[in-house]
Each structure stands twice: as structure tokens, then as C-alpha cells.
Antibody, heavy 121, light 110 residues
Framework: EVQLVESGGGLVQPGGSLRLSCAASGFTFSTSWMTWVRQAPGKGLEWVASIKRDASVKYYVDSLKGRFTISRDNAKNSIYLQMDSLRPEDTAVYYC??????????????WGQGTLVSVST | QTVVTQEPSFSVSPGGTVTLTCGLSSGSVSTSHHPSWYQQTPGQAPRTLIYAINTRSSGVPDRFSGSILGNKAALTITGAQADDESDYYCVLSMGGGLWMFGGGTKLTVL
């Protein structure tokens, strides 16, 4: 059974930092692209960042480039999201998800349950 | 900047058919955008419904189908049921490794 379990969320003050983790199991993690998606309260889904299986390629939504950093540790079957200079508008549930590539199409096949990040004084 | 567009809301009667669309503010959706669809109920993580245009994810009922209709990707629910009342999101590849979700469609079944 595939599992993606996020952790590391919580309350942080504006300007602070937080590091999210996502522990994966049930599939060959080291060959999988992974991603972070977030959802602000009452809002839609927003793609945040993706990382290639060997971490050689990383992509970010333009609005977050420079403040957020995605990384992975294939030995620990985990990905991470380092979030710096946090702003109240970064308040959201952050989901970890696995990309699957069929050879023709990409899609998000599995999702974690999410971890809540609240940025507030 | 090009954005992904979805109807903000839609209503369907139980047993009815509804088609939700996923477009671009500029241009047409094609297979190169890798369109896929996700269902989300309040407080829950998204669930994968449709990928590769029209392939249902494991366990998804066959009343859900996907297609390209004109210049948009489409999600059709045939014989809507009460528990289909959810938010539906599409995501598209925007090129250069970048992805964008549509704003989501809130589907009401009544």
C-alpha cells in the first residue's frame, strides 16, 4: 500500500522558517518524481514545486522561487520543503504527492493527507 | 500569464449528466498539457480521478469519463450521485516543468 505522510507543519511567525517532510512507502521512491501542492483555507489547489528522482532537476512556481526549496533523500524515502521568509499568505495545507509517468503522460497518482502551516503573530 | 480556467460552480440533478471543463485563458488544451482531474471533499486530500485524458484511476466508477472537447479538457459525470458533490480540479503542464491547477469547480447535486 502506498503511503505518503507529511509532517513538520505548525504555527510560525511571519519571517520565520519551517521545514516540511514527507515520508513515502509502498513504491519505488528513488525512481519517482515528487511534488508539493498547497491549499490555502477556502481556496483551490496550487502546485508549489517538483523534484526529479535523483534531485538533479527542480521546478518551482514562479511566485515562490527563492523562498522555498524542495529536496529529497532517497535513502530515507523522503522529500522536504524548506520554507523561508514565511508570509501570512503562505498559510495553507501542504500536500506531498507522487508523479507517475506512463511514457506519454504525467499525473499525480498518490497524495498524502497534508500538513497545516499557519503563519501568524 | 496564461491561467487554467474552470467553471466556479455547477449544479446537476441526481441521475443527470454534467460536463466540467478545463481551459486556458490563452490557447487550447491538448494532450501535451497532460490534463488530469482530481476530486476533493471538504477536509480531505484530493483523490485522483482521471489521467492521460480519459483513463480512470483505480477504483473510480465508470460514470466518470474524460475527454478533450474542442479547445478544453473535459470531465463528464453520467448518472450523477449525491456523493459526487465535491470540488473538482484539473491540472495542466504549462511547459518548462511548470504546472498549474485550475481554480476548481464546486459541484452541487440536487
Amino acid at each position: 500500500e502506498v503511503q505518503l505522510v507529511e509532517s513538520g507543519g505548525g504555527l510560525v511567525q511571519p519571517g520565520g522558517s519551517l521545514r516540511l517532510s514527507c515520508a513515502a512507502s509502498g513504491f519505488t521512491f528513488s525512481t519517482s518524481w515528487m511534488t508539493w501542492v498547497r491549499q490555502a483555507p477556502g481556496k483551490g489547489l496550487e502546485w508549489v514545486a517538483s523534484i526529479k528522482r535523483d534531485a538533479s532537476v527542480k521546478y518551482y512556481v514562479d511566485s515562490l522561487k527563492g523562498r522555498f526549496t524542495i529536496s529529497r533523500d532517497n535513502a530515507k524515502n523522503s522529500i522536504y520543503l524548506q520554507m523561508d521568509s514565511l508570509r501570512p499568505e503562505d498559510t495553507a495545507v501542504y500536500y506531498c504527492a507522487k508523479w507517475t509517468y506512463s511514457g506519454t503522460y504525467f499525473w499525480l497518482e498518490y497524495w498524502g493527507q497534508g500538513t497545516l502551516v499557519s503563519v501568524s503573530t | 500569464q496564461t491561467v487554467v480556467t474552470q467553471e466556479p460552480s455547477f449544479s446537476v440533478s441526481p441521475g443527470g449528466t454534467v460536463t466540467l471543463t478545463c481551459g486556458l485563458s490563452s490557447g487550447s488544451v491538448s494532450t501535451s498539457h497532460h490534463p488530469s482531474w482530481y476530486q476533493q471533499t471538504p477536509g480531505q486530500a484530493p483523490r485522483t480521478l482521471i489521467y492521460a485524458i480519459n483513463t480512470r484511476s483505480s477504483g473510480v466508477p465508470d460514470r466518470f469519463s474524460g475527454s478533450i472537447l474542442g479547445n478544453k479538457a473535459a470531465l463528464t459525470i453520467t448518472g450523477a450521485q449525491a456523493d459526487d458533490e465535491s470540488d473538482y480540479y484539473c491540472v495542466l503542464s504549462m511547459g518548462g516543468g511548470l504546472w498549474m491547477f485550475g481554480g476548481g469547480t464546486k459541484l452541487t447535486v440536487l
